[in-house]
């Protein structure tokens, strides 16, 4: 899959949960091996040692470098948004 952000819903012991994934090497931050990281929505227990199904619904916007925390921060609200709605 392309770098960026994804709306997906993630499997975990037979339930489905709604989530935001990023695919890339975080720029803002010039950290650079590739990471995958997922934020699933009213979702607060412990994931170690789980296994997860990851299925993607939709690409939302591809890797980007910003200026700062908060305009990562600002922009991730917005990505939450979009992806709440699919």
Do not use: W
């Not at 950290?31 to 699933?40: A, I, M, Q, R």
């Not at 199904?53 to 948004?81: H, V, W």
């Amino acid at each position: 899959p392309a770098k960026g952000v994804y709306a997906v819903d993630v499997l975990i012991d037979q339930s489905k949960y709604r989530g935001m994934m990023n695919i890339g090497r975080r720029p803002t931050f010039d950290f650079d091996p590739l990471t995958l990281e997922v934020h699933l929505f009213n979702f607060y227990a412990d994931l170690y040692e789980k296994a997860l199904s990851i299925r993607f619904k939709k690409f939302i916007r591809p890797e980007k470098k910003f200026t700062g925390i908060e305009e990562l921060r600002a922009q991730l609200a917005n990505d939450k948004i979009k992806c709440e709605q699919i």
